[in-house]
């Protein structure tokens, strides 16, 4: 295994109930139900980005730096869509969030609807997801 896989295999265990605290206690509480459409959402987009992306995608979702390289498959936490996730449209970007990325190994942030995956032990909200949304449009 190269040191990318064995790091991939080590957060993957570190993500597993128990192995860690509950990553919600790092969002304060005015975050813990953001408002939609208001300045309030996109500071609370940065700050649930912070506790539960920026670990893979960078804390201003440049991806990881020194890591990988563009041909390299086993590099988590690329940039963003290269920063620009606005070349996304809302419902593909929500759904990304809320379901992850099976083979580029983002977990899924969301309780989706039953589609053979266990609901995360942590999840955020619809409005907590569409927050992030905004703060990640708006890097």
């Given at each position: 295994m190269t040191t990318q896989m064995v790091d991939d295999v080590i957060a993957w265990l570190q993500s597993l109930p128990g192995n860690r605290e509950d990553p919600n206690d790092a969002i304060s509480e005015s975050c813990r139900e953001p408002a939609?459409?208001?300045?309030?959402?996109?500071?609370?987009?940065?700050?649930?980005f912070q506790a539960r992306c920026a670990v893979c995608h960078g804390p201003e979702g440049s991806g990881k730096e020194g890591l990988g390289t563009l041909a390299d498959p086993w590099f988590q936490g690329k940039a963003l869509w290269k920063g620009d996730v606005r070349g996304m449209d809302e419902r593909q970007h929500f759904l990304t969030i809320m379901n992850g990325r099976r083979f580029a190994f983002m977990p899924q942030f969301g309780e989706s609807?039953?589609?053979g995956t266990p609901v995360p032990t942590y999840p955020l909200t619809d409005a907590q997801i569409q927050a992030v949304m905004q703060y990640e449009r708006g890097l």
């Open positions: 939609a459409g208001t300045s309030a959402e996109q500071r609370c987009g940065e700050e649930i609807p039953a589609q």
